[in-house]
């Protein structure tokens, strides 16, 4: 999902503040990242270049921190956050094909949000629960020996609410 220029606009001045306290080493990069996605709830492109220019980095530096981290996220987060394992265990079970099924099904690449703010995806390396792959997480819960269709039935559990939060199956 895109950020509006409104709330742009609404974190900018705090977030500017919080890092009147940083004196603009970059080894702060972590700790200013974490403030900054907990002042917003992600980090923003915009985020992204405001930090850099206070550390004196380079944006695609920054951006490259935010992108390692599976912590860290660039897009503001559904109420189903949905991780994919992509990592060698999991992708020569099959991941890729899981990833593309709920890409399909959802309209949402890695890093984005269905319109509804209801599914996020995130494709990452390894969520390591190796020996169970392929591997998902939904709300930080891990399903494994996955196929396509198992995945799509999870996420629709939790959709229409035959799964809560607590992660009664
Ligand atoms: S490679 Fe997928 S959980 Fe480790």
Known sequence: MSLNLKESHEYEAELKNKL???????????????EAQELIGYLPKEAQKIIADHLNLAPGRVNSVVSFYNHFSEYSKGEFQVSLCKGTACYVKGSQDIIKKIEDKYGIKSGQTTEDGKVSLNVVRCLGACGLSPVMTVNG??????????AVKIIENYLNGKIKEEGNA
């Open 141 to 150: 819960k891990a399903y494994g020996l996955l196929n396509p269709e198992k």
């Open 20 to 34: 009147k306290k940083y004196s603009g080493h970059n080894y702060e990069l972590i700790e200013v990242l974490h």
